[in-house]
C-alpha cells in the first residue's frame, strides 16, 4: 500500500482531505454519515473505488447509535442512511456497488441481533477496504505486460491510490509496470486539477518521471509521437463497454483513435454495472460553475457567465483498446466478453 | 469598431492590458519600443493581428528620439528597434509582417530628410491599424455566409478585438453573423485563459449568448451534436495552410474532424507565411512554467514539477474546412489557392 487513503482509526472514518494537497497532507475525520456525504459532495475524498469504501463506512457511522431493537426497525435506520449516501454523487458506480453488497450483507443476516448487525456492517468495510487494496495489486499485475519498455503514458485525472483504498487502478497499472514506464503525462485536468494536484503527487512520492501538461495539449504531444498509450481510470462501465469517467477522457479517446495510440481503462469489476445497457444511461454529474470560474478564490472570468460542468463523460467501447479488471484483461470490449469476465 | 485595442494617444500607445480583464479595463501606456516588447512578452497585448499593430508603433518610439543625422546611422537605429521587437514572441507572423512593412516603406524613402522618416513610421503605423479594422470587417462580411441560422459555434482563445485593432478574426466573423449565431461555446482556454477572460467579457458586451467551458469539455459538447461550427483565429498560416494557433486549437480540430463538424479558421492576409512552405517549420514558442502550476499566485501542484507549456500547436491542412480571409474564403485550402488569394 502506498498510503492509507481511507483508514478506520479511534472509531472513526478518517480520509486524506485531497481538497489540501499537494499542499497539505491531513485528514478529515467522519463521526457520521452526514460527515461522509458532506466529504463526498465536497470531493475531500473522490476516485469512484474511494468513494465506495467510503460510502461503506459511512453506513455504518449512520446506524452504530441506532437504539432499534428488532430488524424491521433497524433495516429502516440502514435504509435511510444508505439512501442518504446514495445521493452524494450519481455516477460512480462504486458508490452503489458497495451499498447494495452492504444491504446484502444484512438481509441475509435478518436473524441476527442488532448489536451484531451493526459489527457485520463496520467488518464489511473493513473488507471492502481490504479487498480493494487486493484489487488494485491485481489490477496492476494483469496490466502490466500491456506497457512496453521505455513507454512515456498519458493520463488522466487521478487514478491512483487516492482514488482508491491506496493502491490505484490506471496508477496501479503504472506503479506494477514500474522501470518501464519512462515518463508519465499528466493531464491537469479541468477544472479540479486531480492530476496537477494528485497524481503529480502520487507520481513523485513514487519517484517516477512525471510531466505535467494542461488538457489541450495532449493532441500535439500524440502528434510528436510523444505518446505511446494513454492509460485511464472509470467512474461506471456499462455492459456493452462504455466507459463513463472525468470529464476530458472521451477527448482523449478520440485523439488515441486518430493518431493510433491504445486507450487503456483500468477498473475493478464493481465499476461495471451490467443493468446498464450503454453509456447513455448513465447518470452524468452537473457540478457547480463555480469550479469554472473561479481559480483559487478569485472569479477569472465575468460573475454572471453560463458554464457547462459535467463532471464526467461517455467513452464509447469501439474506442477502447483494451479495459484492464482485476479478473484478466479485456481487449476490444463488447457485451459478452464483459459478461463472462464481469458477471457470475 | 467595439473597443480601441490599441490606440494612439497624448503622443504615447496605449494597450488594453489584457492582463487585467475582465476585472478591470485600464490602458497600459508605452512609451518606448521597451515597454512595447515587455508588454508583448507579458501578454498585456496579445493576438497575432494586435501584437503587429503594437509592433509597428514600437518601432516609432524606439526611432523617434533618434538624433541620427543620415539615413545610414538611422536605418542602424531603426533595424536595433526592429530586433528587439521581433524577439518579444517567435511565433505570430503578423510581428514580422508589420515590422517588414515599416522597414521597406523606410528603405523606399532613403532618400528623406530623418525627421520625416520618423513621421512617416508613425503614420504607418497608424495605417496598419486602420487597415486592420477594415480587413476584420471584411472577413466577417466573407465569413458569416458560412454560418447557418440558429447555429451553436465553438471558439477557442481570444480572436476578438482584443487581438485585433478592435473588431475581430473568428469572432469579426460572429459578430457579424448577429443573430444567426444561437450560442457562442467558449474554450476557457488553459493556461492564461484567454476564452474565459476576453473571449466571454466580448461576447458579453455584444450580447451574444455564451457558455464558457474548460478546453477538455469539447469532445462530449460535439458527441451530443450541440456543436455546428468550430471558429478560430491564426498566429501563422504556412504556403501550404497548416496553420499554427492557440495550444489546443489542434485538439479541436482533431475532434471536429471525428464528430464531422466543420472547422474554420479566420485570419488575415498579413498571417500567413508563404516562406514557410508547412506547418512543421513554424517556431512554438514555450512559455514559462509558471503559467501552467500556478493559479490566482497559488501554486495548485508541486513546485519543481516538470511542465509541458506550448504557447501555440499545429493544425493540418488537412483538418481545416475553410479558411477565411479579408479577400475571399479559401475551402479545403492547399498551397495553389493560398498562393492565388494571398500572394501577389
Chains 1, 2 share one sequence.
Not at 147 to 171: F, P
Not at 292 to 307: A, R, S
Request: aromatic share 6%; with cysteine; hydrophobic share 40%.
Amino acid at each position: 500500500m502506498k498510503y492509507e487513503t481511507i483508514r478506520w482509526k479511534n472509531d472513526r472514518l478518517e480520509v486524506i482531505d485531497q481538497r489540501l494537497l499537494p499542499g497539505k497532507t491531513r485528514y478529515a475525520a467522519c463521526f457520521t454519515d452526514g460527515d461522509v456525504v458532506r466529504a463526498i459532495k465536497a470531493m475531500a475524498v473522490r476516485g469512484a473505488p474511494a468513494i465506495g469504501i467510503a460510502a461503506a463506512y459511512g453506513v455504518y457511522l449512520g446506524v452504530r447509535k441506532s437504539r432499534a431493537r428488532g430488524f424491521r426497525s433497524f433495516k429502516k435506520e440502514l435504509e435511510r442512511t444508505m439512501k442518504r449516501l446514495a445521493a452524494s454523487r450519481p455516477t460512480a458506480r462504486d458508490l452503489f456497488w458497495a451499498l447494495e453488497r452492504v444491504d446484502e450483507l444484512v438481509k441475509k443476516n435478518k436473524g441476527m441481533p442488532v448489536g451484531e448487525l451493526k459489527s457485520m456492517v463496520l467488518y464489511e468495510a473493513h473488507a471492502i477496504l481490504d479487498e480493494d487494496r487486493r484489487r488494485c495489486r491485481a489490477i496492476g499485475r494483469e496490466g502490466k505486460a500491456l506497457i512496453a519498455k521505455g513507454s512515456n503514458i498519458l493520463t488522466h485525472c487521478n487514478a491512483g491510490g487516492l482514488a482508491t483504498g491506496g493502491y490505484g487502478t490506471a496508477l496501479g497499472v503504472i506503479f506494477a509496470a514500474g522501470k518501464k514506464v519512462r515518463r508519465v503525462y499528466v493531464d491537469e485536468t479541468r477544472p479540479v486539477m486531480q492530476g496537477a494536484r494528485l497524481t503529480v503527487w502520487e507520481l513523485s512520492k513514487a519517484n517516477i518521471p512525471a510531466t505535467l501538461i494542461c488538457d489541450n495539449m495532449a493532441a500535439s504531444l500524440m502528434a510528436k509521437n510523444e505518446v505511446d498509450a494513454v492509460m485511464v481510470g472509470a467512474d461506471r462501465i456499462a455492459a456493452n463497454g462504455d466507459v463513463a469517467n472525468k470529464i476530458g477522457t472521451y477527448n482523449l479517446a478520440v485523439l488515441a483513435h486518430y493518431h493510433k495510440v491504445p486507450f487503456y481503462v483500468a477498473a475493478p469489476r464493481s465499476t461495471f454495472d451490467l443493468s446498464v445497457a450503454d453509456g447513455g444511461a448513465i447518470p452524468i454529474e452537473e457540478r457547480s460553475p463555480l469550479e469554472v470560474k473561479k481559480m483559487g478564490g478569485e472569479y477569472v472570468t465575468l460573475k454572471d457567465v453560463d458554464v457547462r460542468n459535467p463532471a464526467f463523460d461517455i467513452t464509447p467501447a469501439k474506442l477502447i483498446t483494451a479495459i484492464i479488471t482485476e479478473r484478466g484483461v479485456i481487449r476490444r470490449p463488447d457485451r459478452r466478453k464483459i459478461a463472462k469476465l464481469v458477471g457470475g
